[in-house]
């Protein structure tokens, strides 16, 4: 039987954090603000937000792009966090005494966090040898020349 092996990824880095002290939902609130976003921009947001969520997850975004800064040596301006997610971890269940010998239960939710970041300098790299590729007669260089296909006439019935 084959399994479906997921590919590894050269621009990707992730920090996980496990059994963080806090609800999944809180988290959530946090993480959906800095999805998408550079790294620095990222920990602007994550310093000046005033929920007590934002200090675990400035640290697990510090630690991806210390992972990726030297692990694989990217630079950190070239930092984006693509994918951030938060599932619900262990309820730590405990029983509190109150009067008459009764208990109460006390219920403290964890969650795990996963930051992925990438680097976006190898995509700009990529983007400009496809457009190499496509137009082969066309350089960087030679932005004001403009480029012709030889194949095409320029007639009226040659309309893209």
Known sequence: MIKNRKKKSYTSVYALGQYISMS???ARRVID???GRSYEEALMILELMPYRGCYPIFK???SAAANASHN????ETNLVISKAEVNQGNTVKKLKPRARGR???IKRSTCHITIVVE???FYQQYEEYLR???????SNENRNLTC???YSSGGPWDKK
């Open 24 to 26: 999944a939902h809180k």
């Open 119 to 121: 680097d976006i300098s």
């Open 33 to 35: 603000q800095i999805r």
């Open 72 to 75: 694989k040596g990217f630079k």
């Open 148 to 150: 012709y296909d030889t």
């Open 103 to 105: 208990s109460f239960p």
């Open 60 to 62: 697990l975004v510090y």
């Open 132 to 138: 190499y590729l496509k137009n082969p007669g066309c």
